[in-house]
Every structure is written in structure tokens, then in C-alpha cells.
């Protein structure tokens, strides 16, 4: 049984650090690409999202402050 456990939680971690470095490849290529608007939807309620990304999209929209405030999270 606890053989049958361990199976099933490893699967799920490998499939939870999957789908997370998937969708961060995502988001990575949506701002290498510079697909401003695609970025800002794929992250619109991903609060771990990072302040580089967000930073970005701001400082696209020309919401100059909040980038600004949103690059300074990153230090």
C-alpha cells in the first residue's frame, strides 16, 4: 500500500514541476517574442508571476510607475 502512495505522489510532483516549467517556458517565449497582449492574459491571475514579466507588460502599456515598482520587486 504505502508503495502504491509513493508511486502516486511522485507522479504527481513530476507532473506538477512539469506543467509549472511548461507554462514558464510559455510565458518566456510570449516575452521573447514580444506578444505583449498574450503575456499580460497567461498571467493575468498567476500571482507567483514574476516581476520581470509584469514589469514588462507595464512598462509595454506605458504604465511607466508600475514598472518601474515592478522591476524594483525583482532586487
Known amino acids: 500500500m504505502r508503495i502504491i502512495a509513493r508511486t502516486a505522489l511522485i ?18 517565449e ?3 517574442q514580444h506578444r505583449w497582449f498574450e503575456l499580460r492574459e497567461a498571467i493575468r491571475n498567476d500571482r507567483h ?3 520581470v514579466f509584469l514589469g514588462a507588460i507595464a512598462a509595454a502599456f506605458n504604465d511607466d510607475p508600475e514598472a518601474q515598482k515592478k ?3 525583482g532586487d
Do not use: I
Open 11 to 28: 507522479g504527481v510532483l513530476f507532473l506538477a514541476a512539469f506543467s509549472s516549467n511548461a507554462q514558464s517556458t510559455d510565458l518566456k
Open 30 to 32: 510570449l516575452y521573447g
Open 49 to 51: 508571476a514574476s516581476p
Open 71 to 73: 522591476f524594483n520587486q
